[in-house]
């Protein structure tokens, strides 16, 4: 294989590993954005209607913390991900 040749296929290959880590980022942000939006509106809905108990606040504050974990760990873990590349 020709030394040209093969370095367009790196660049392209790099290129491709880009665009997928910023794709992944923008959907983890936008999944993000997304569920704290609907789990406003469903928690303003509750409140006003006086629906929303003290253990139910406790229950959706602890599956909150649960998900931002898993959110952090994902994004730690892409961050040693793309120190390898």
């Not at 790196?10 to 609907?38: E, Q, V």
């Not at 928690?43 to 602890?62: P, Q």
């Not at 931002?68 to 892409?78: D, V, Y």
Request: hydrophobic share 40%; net charge positive; charged share 30%.
């Amino acid at each position: 294989m020709d030394k040209v040749t093969k370095e367009k296929i790196d660049k392209i290959k790099l290129r491709h590993a880009k665009a997928s880590a910023i794709l992944f980022k923008s959907g983890l942000c936008f999944g993000l954005i997304t569920g704290c939006a609907i789990g406003y509106c469903v928690r303003k809905k509750l409140m006003s209607e006086d629906l929303c108990s003290a253990e139910d606040r406790l229950f959706y504050k602890e599956r909150f913390t649960e998900i931002k974990n898993a959110l952090l760990q994902i994004k730690a873990h892409h961050l040693e991900s793309k120190t390898t590349i």
